[in-house]
């Protein structure tokens, strides 16, 4: 990817510090191969405790049945639905810092991309767990695929749950590949600063594919890099119009309508964004980082925060104009019971998290602040899930016959699930943290000045600077 390297002498550094690309190596490198601190046990410790609590609800779930969640008549759909498009909408953010800025050549991308790319496969499990045990008998989940050999039926491919199998596993897939493509070359940096012979060592040189770092190399990369990000791309738009499908399809009040696709999407981006800012606030603290991810990219990653929630504040207004203006009563009666219903809690809280929060980032000092980012981003996530939540719920209690007509409260088992998902993502973020890179090193060294072929010529030495010691970094043993 040699053609990152587009910024201008007139470009503010992207990286600061001035690093050679051995200091970006040692800086990243270095945590996956020290003993882990304290602060990363405690963390993974707390991610394990609630992934077994996890486990527990649906062994329990499993057991009994999903009678076990506050899933009432008319309330069929709730927190696992909720929770499902909450999780995908985070999954958003990854392929989209990876593959469209990389098409885009965004180079500020290559300081977040791997750990966005993580949080993508990430969220991702953590959404495909609800609809799976939401089917109720589990062990009939491959009637959602097309074999029809055994079945001898086929799957109704007119249902919109159905096509999030695809959409979803699509994406998953393409996601995974991509980040794994992405991660060969610093793979076999950690193989050759490994120990020969150990453990570590060996795996690594299975997960580096025989990477040698030659030019042929290098040239097959650039090309499934670039081909990956071209599939991603468009993945990035359908998956989450597919999710909003499961309800604009629908003849329900507050879901009937064409603008979900385009609002699921910015909302998607919004919350993306705002996890890959929860997570990378205090990573880059913890891990040193602070002259890759720099604040100047935690700004740019703000701008896009204050523009897609403006975008979804924008869609929660053109709701009730297109309510109104349709002069449909039940439309009407849907939204002003969202707002001023008996879930009034949760849609006003959804609209101060998703509105009014994000456009507190006008304010430079806000946006150049890592508190008030972290903050911030926070309120975001809940917002997020509150949307999720008011879309769902309100459309469902006031069903078409006032008999039906019943309130939703979610049950321990719920709400344990919900904080266990929560456990799952992050114990296999820590183990993330860990075991691989959380910077692209390769791709980070490819945006510094030193990687301009023309630079030595207008600066003395050789690519290393006189102080640097003597590289750590060992031959292959390809």
């Not at 012979?197 to 040698?212: H, I």
């Not at 997570?279 to 740019?300: D, G, M, Q, S």
């Not at 504040?313 to 039940?330: D, K, L, P, R």
Request: a neutral charge; charged letters at 10%.
């Amino acid at each position: 990817m040699s053609n990152l390297a587009t910024h201008t002498s007139y470009d503010p550094p992207l990286v600061d510090g001035n690093p050679s690309f051995h200091d970006i190596t040692e800086w990243v490198s270095v945590h996956n191969e020290r003993k882990a601190k304290p602060y990363w046990w405690a963390g993974f410790s707390i991610a394990a405790m609630l992934t077994i609590m996890l486990v527990t609800c649906f062994l329990y779930l499993f057991w009994n049945g999903i009678g076990v969640w506050g899933n009432n008549n008319p309330v069929g759909w709730a927190w696992d639905i909720v929770n499902f498009v909450f999780w995908v909408g985070i999954g958003h953010a990854g392929t989209l810092i990876s593959a469209v800025l990389f098409l885009f050549r965004q180079e500020w991308r290559t300081a977040i991309n791997r750990s966005a790319e993580a949080m993508t496969i990430f969220a991702v499990i953590c959404a495909l767990i609800f609809p799976a045990f939401h089917i109720g008998r589990q062990w009939m989940a491959y009637y959602l695929f097309p074999i029809p050999g055994q079945m001898g039926m086929w799957p109704n491919f007119r249902s919109p749950l159905l096509w999030d199998v695809f959409a979803v596993g699509t994406y998953f897939t393409t996601s995974l590949i991509f980040w794994y493509t992405g991660l060969i070359p610093d793979i076999a940096t950690l193989r050759d600063r490994a120990k020969l012979g150990s453990l570590r060592q060996k795996t690594m040189a299975f997960l580096s594919l025989g990477w040698s770092g030659s030019m042929k190399n290098w040239l097959h990369y650039e090309k499934a890099y670039t081909i990956f990000a071209a599939l991603s791309t468009p993945l990035v738009l359908s998956v989450h119009s597919v999710v909003s499908f499961d309800f604009a399809v629908s003849q329900l009040p507050g879901w009937h309508t064409t603008i979900f696709p385009p609002y699921f999407v910015a909302g998607a981006i919004f919350s993306g964004f705002a996890m890959v800012a929860t997570l990378l606030v205090p990573l880059r603290k913890l891990y040193n980082l602070e002259n890759i991810i720099t604040i100047r990219h935690i700004e740019k990653m703000n701008i896009i925060i204050l523009v897609t929630g403006s975008m979804v504040g924008f869609a929660y207004m053109m709701e009730f104009f297109m309510a109104w203006y349709s002069g449909v009563q039940y439309e009407i009666y849907a939204f002003v019971n969202r707002a001023f219903g008996q879930y009034w809690w949760a849609y006003w809280t959804m609209f101060t998290c998703n509105v009014v929060t994000p456009q507190l980032f006008w304010f430079k000092k806000l946006r150049t602040s890592m508190t008030a980012t972290f903050v911030l981003s926070i309120f975001v996530n809940i917002g997020m899930w509150f949307e999720r939540f008011v879309i769902t719920v309100t459309s469902l209690h006031r069903d078409f016959l006032p008999s039906s007509w019943d309130y939703y409260s979610p049950t321990i088992i719920d709400i344990l699930t919900f904080i266990g998902s929560f456990g799952l993502f992050f114990f296999l973020f820590f183990i993330f943290m860990r075991h691989l890179p959380v910077i692209a090193v390769a791709e980070v060294k490819m945006i510094l000045p030193q990687s301009d072929p023309h630079f030595y010529e207008d600066h003395a030495g050789d690519g290393h600077h006189s102080h640097e010691p003597t590289p750590t970094v060992k031959p292959s043993h390809s």
